[in-house]
């Protein structure tokens, strides 16, 4: 659906109030039009975008979407997707602005750009705890299930998965595509053989470990394909093949499993997080990325639970 230029529309607004002064009678719709434009317009369940750069954070506990402006400072919410969303874990946005939400009850349910109504349900085989979800240029669509230690691949159009990757079980993962569209996969479980980042390239089945025993966490590339991987207290930065961090950005207790995310133009880093055990609050924090400083925390309209969440913008930065 085209997107709503409101100056468009004021602009046909004003025209037919002129028309309609010069003397002419205006008949049929033409005395319906109204003379004002609603704020409800830009947020109606039909509204594109209109290009402006959105944040889209997974509020759990609400089982809902909150929209915001992005690169604001702690702004209130502007909009919210409800419908299809059942206990939202991570969030994906493609090139074409097209949202994907990672849902507790085994789906994944896409909303055209600017759309608050769902295009597409993806299914999910079996109980699982849903922990990681990407897209890749290509439309293949990405979810991760700790529970079941395993990544389901959707190829682009597809509604149920059409390849498995299987993995080892673990507490937390989380997924990233790299600019060759090679997959990563993040473990973090003690108890288990697989602390570590994971790389699987296209069409194999079988992931070649390129890192071990860090713990990970969230993991995300930037645009020079460096790996950032939540470890503990810190973001850790890898060169691409890198075995040791060469930069750390310090988070703080109970940030390391959210969902890393970048801006369009790479300024800032969105990081949900859980300060306090039970996360009453949720809130994100948002990061300086090049001096790795807390630009701000984003908290308000989000009901709590942050913990794991999901965060995505539009437009995202290019992989």
């Not at 697989?194 to 071990?212: A, M, N, T, W, Y």
């Not at 133009?265 to 948002?286: A, I, Q």
């Not at 989000?302 to 913008?313: E, K, Q, S, T």
Request: aromatic share 8%; charged share 20%.
């Amino acid at each position: 659906m085209k997107s709503v230029n409101l100056l468009s529309v004021r602009r046909s607004v004003l025209a037919i109030v002129l028309a309609g002064c010069g003397g002419s009678q205006s008949t049929g719709s033409a005395s319906l039009v109204p003379t004002t434009i609603s704020g409800d317009l830009m947020n109606s369940a039909s509204n594109d975008l209109a290009d402006e750069s959105r944040l889209f954070v997974a509020d759990n506990a609400a089982s809902q979407i909150v929209i915001y402006a992005a690169d604001a400072q702690n702004p209130h919410p502007i909009g919210r997707i409800s419908s299809g969303v059942h206990s939202p874990y991570n969030l994906a946005v493609d090139q074409y602005g097209t949202l994907y939400v990672q849902n507790g009850n085994n789906t994944i349910t896409e909303y055209n750009k600017g759309q608050k109504i769902v295009s597409k349900t993806l299914s999910e085989p079996g109980r699982y705890t849903a922990t990681a979800l990407t897209v890749g240029n290509d439309g293949t669509v990405y979810a991760g299930s700790s529970g079941l230690g395993k990544v389901f691949e959707f190829a682009a159009g597809s509604t149920k998965p059409t390849e498995t990757l299987d993995c080892c079980r673990s507490y937390f993962m989380s997924l990233a595509l790299d600019s060759k569209n090679d997959l990563f996969v993040s473990w973090n479980d003690d108890l288990q053989c697989c602390d570590g980042v994971e790389r699987f390239k296209p069409g194999r089945k079988v992931g070649k470990s390129i890192l071990g025993d860090v713990g990970a966490g969230a993991i995300a590339f930037d645009l020079h394909d460096n790996l950032l991987v939540g470890e503990g207290n810190n973001i850790a930065i890898y060169k691409p093949d890198g075995k040791t961090p060469f930069r750390k950005i310090h988070i703080g207790g109970w940030g390391d499993d959210g969902q890393l995310a970048f801006d369009s133009d790479e300024t800032y880093l969105y990081l949900p997080s859980c300060r306090v055990p039970g996360c009453g609050r949720g809130e994100v924090n948002v990061y300086d990325y090049k001096t790795g400083k807390l630009a701000w925390t984003l908290w308000k309209g989000l009901r709590g639970g942050a913990y794991g969440n999901g965060v995505a913008l539009w437009p995202a930065a290019p992989q």
